[in-house]
């Protein structure tokens, strides 16, 4: 294991869609940290989700689970090598059933002025992912 990690916790409330999403994306999901209230999503070596049944979720936190299909909650930024990579990862959330959400003001114009170039998509619970592409200096 990685000695940094990051674990995303996302409250869902089908586990098993959720799962299915995921993966279509092209993540696997490791059985060994998976049972039937939670399902861990391997993105990368360094970054997993663990997909939590609503009521477990609760176990977790004292204050109330945020309604991501109705408010925002946290937009996940995922970098990607390639310009491609986006459209690729997009495309496969908006095939598995997930809705493609459209800048409403000038922020993507202001992106590619820097040489960035992001697409926005919510998974089947309102979860908001980022992916993006902005050439890094070597």
């Known amino acids: 294991m990685a000695r940094k990690m990051i674990f995303l916790n996302l409250p869902v409330a089908d586990l098993r869609k959720s799962k299915d999403f995921y993966t279509a994306l092209g993540w696997s999901v490791n059985p060994d940290f998976t049972d039937d209230n939670a399902a861990c999503v391997v993105v990368d070596d360094n970054i997993c989700l663990m997909l939590l049944d609503r009521d477990f979720y609760t176990t977790f936190a004292e204050r109330p689970v945020a309604d991501t299909a109705a408010y925002s909650a946290a937009a996940y930024a995922l ?4 310009r491609e990579a986006v459209d690729d990862l997009t495309d496969a959330a908006l095939e598995a059933g997930g809705t493609e959400e459209t800048a409403k003001n000038d922020r993507r114009t202001q992106e590619a002025e820097v040489g960035m170039y992001g697409r926005t998509f ?9 992916p993006f592409y902005m050439p890094y200096p070597q």
Do not use: K, N, R, V
Not at 79 to 82: D, F, G, I, V
């Open 122 to 130: 919510l998974d089947l619970d309102g979860h908001q992912w980022e």
């Open 79 to 82: 970098a990607l090598p390639e």
